[in-house]
């Protein structure tokens, strides 16, 4: 069965700073990889995904995160912070069928000025 | 615009009621999938369908139905045997087939059991 988990329930950086969200996945196999973002009491918008190729995956807003297979990680990171990028983040892997994700516990972000 | 449509936003229920929630998409997408949401928990699937008058159990079934009659509408019911059913619910589509799909999600709804 896959797992996802991401370090960290709550990061705070402030504006300008690094933005690392951290997060790990158990698979059998090669899994594909996706990291969403939810504003307050919204649905889940695609931020990047990773299905094979290249390990570095560049997603909206600046966003963009690597694959390390001998970490199991798939972390995302942003080289400065913006006010608007305060949003909870999930991490997610979908299996071989059916298109089903298996999400993480997710990272609420909080940017100070 | 194509997307997905939840309603109601918000709701209320009484103990011991069924409600049901409506999720309806205009992508002409295969798949369509209910999560639910809880606070430090993630999205846990509940049901998914892949194909009209068709449908899986997710992860935390027991205490919802679904049904399939239509691709663009998988309506979720929360019957009076779900023991928790306070939460934020999002329906989402997908392609299907490959996990390597990108889901599209709705806004959601809230439900609050008084």
Redesign the interface.
């Known amino acids: 069965a896959q797992s996802?988990t991401?370090l960290g329930?709550h990061v705070s950086v402030s504006e300008g700073a690094l933005v690392l969200l951290r997060c790990n996945y158990s698979s059998s196999v090669p899994?594909?990889l996706?990291w969403?973002v939810q504003y307050p009491?919204?649905?889940?918008?695609?931020l990047l995904?990773y299905?094979t190729g290249a390990t570095l995956v560049k997603g909206i807003n600046g966003f963009e995160a690597e694959f390390k297979k001998s970490e199991t990680s798939f972390h995302l990171t942003k080289p400065s912070a913006h006010m608007s990028d305060a949003a909870e983040y999930?991490c997610a892997s979908?299996?071989?069928?059916?298109?089903?994700?298996t999400?993480?516990?997710?990272t609420i972000l909080t940017v100070h000025p | 615009d194509g997307g997905?449509t939840q309603s109601p936003k918000y709701l209320f229920r009484k103990e011991g009621q069924n409600v049901t929630l409506s999720c309806e998409q205009n992508l002409n997408h295969d798949?369509m999938?209910w999560?639910r949401q809880d606070p430090?928990?993630?999205?846990?699937?509940i049901y998914?369908s892949?194909i009209v008058n068709d449908f899986?159990k997710?992860d935390i079934a027991e205490g919802y139905s679904v049904s399939r009659e239509k691709k663009e509408s998988f309506p979720l019911t929360v019957t009076s045997a779900q023991k928790n059913p306070t939460a934020?619910y999002?329906c989402?589509s997908?392609?299907?087939?490959?996990?390597?799909?990108?889901?599209t999600?709705?806004?959601?709804s809230?439900l609050t059991v008084l």
């Open positions: 996802v991401q329930s899994p594909y996706f969403y009491n919204q649905g889940l918008q695609l995904k299905t999930f979908g299996g071989t069928s059916y298109g089903k994700l999400f993480g516990q997710g | 997905i798949a999938y999560y430090g928990q993630g999205l846990r699937l998914y892949q899986q997710g934020f999002l989402a997908g392609t299907g087939g490959s996990g390597a799909n990108v889901l999600f709705g806004a959601g809230r």
